[in-house]
């Protein structure tokens, strides 16, 4: 019989979607366990009755066809209560319920409480233990299941999505020097050695690590505790546009508009934002107008607020939204520090948005030639953002052949190509040979 596979994420992801939907296409995922399970089909839920902004959120935790028969759901209160607390975190009350690792509401606490309910799972799945024989969980949600599933003798992969703790640590302190007001959203900074502690138990109990970017795999140089193989698979692009779109909204720009810059991610220093910040003042209202998509890291940094003052800020948008708001745009600037991919590159250039990025991200996985599809940049360079964006301000021919090319290779690196990838890396894992 097939080895079947347990997948464990509380959130449910984009990224960890698409893995359940990989391996329950070539008939290896046995259950998929995540914190809410929504169905969007109106005649067996009031969806219709609820507002649109609940409804969008909700949507994120709808699954596909292929997988609604397999999910599980544990720790759905913490879970629940995080999203109340972070739309009333501004009480007391909030604020203790959210406060970092320790909050009963927190994102660490819904890790750790559903963590030990897959494990309890694992630990206590006799009936199905000739299907079940491996999990396949990820970071901060791990260490309990991986201790249940060694126990049982299952195979135990495990999935990085961003880059190793020690390589992030060290980041931060050299950013937190160079950029002291930007420090309060360096979350990272305030993980407690014992959380740090738990990372390394996961890797340490891992029998294959998989990974999206070159630049993660890099970091786990750094890992003393890690004895598995690593596989880098890329994350696969949204559907693009057609081509006769882009050529229309490129025909209706004036070539002495500003160029329309997007920024999106969570707004704080990991992800390079004050680099960005400085390379638009050097370009000024005429040269670049900026968009800022994502929610604010810490409430007490003075030059983010003055930022999300300054320029345009949409703290968030459903991913259908998102899409919709690239394509306004001209170019996406993704200056991170510290990085496990950014999906945004690839939804960007899905959009026809040529991407400025650093080599911290999966930007070098996903170029083919640097100057093709985008530019990479060093990290910490606002003159180099600035460099790159006067370019394409004053070469509207090179700007618009670049929207193609982005668009061009977005078409060819597809969910369903990191899909394939997936499988069959998972399969040689558990000896099943390549999966259908």
Known sequence: ???????????????????????????????????????????????????????????????????????????????????????????????????????PCSVDAVFRAFDRAVARRVSGNAAASAELRAVYAYEDGAVATFRAAGARGWRRL???????????????????????EWAPTLTGTRDSAEKLARKDAELAGADAVFVASTFTRETLRQAPALRAPVHVIPYGAPAPVAEELLLRRDAERKNDAPLRVLFAGSLGQRKGLSYLLEASALLGPRGATLTLIGQKTAPDCAPLERAVQTHRWVPSLPHAAMLAEMSRHDVLVFPSLFEGFGLVILEAMSRGLPVIATAHTGAPDVFSTDGAEGFLVPVRSAAAIAEKLELLKNDRARLQAMRRAALARAGALRWEDHRRQLRERVAETLGDGAAS
């Open 1 to 103: 019989m097939k080895a079947k596979l347990l997948v464990a994420h509380p959130l449910g992801n984009m990224n960890v979607r698409e893995a359940a939907r990989a391996l329950a296409e070539g008939g290896l995922l046995g259950e998929f366990w995540t914190c809410l399970n929504w169905s969007l089909d109106e005649n067996q839920t009031p969806a219709k009755w609820l507002p649109a902004r609940v409804r969008a959120q909700l949507a994120r935790r709808s699954f596909p066809a292929e997988l609604r028969g397999k999910v599980r759901t544990a720790a759905t209160w913490r879970e629940v209560c995080r999203h109340l607390v972070n739309r009333r975190n501004g009480s007391a009350l909030g604020a203790w319920l959210s406060r970092h690792e320790s909050g």
């Open 158 to 180: 495990y999935d990085l999505p961003i880059g190793y703790w020690r390589a992030g640590q060290a980041i931060f302190a050299e950013e937190a020097a160079r950029e002291p």
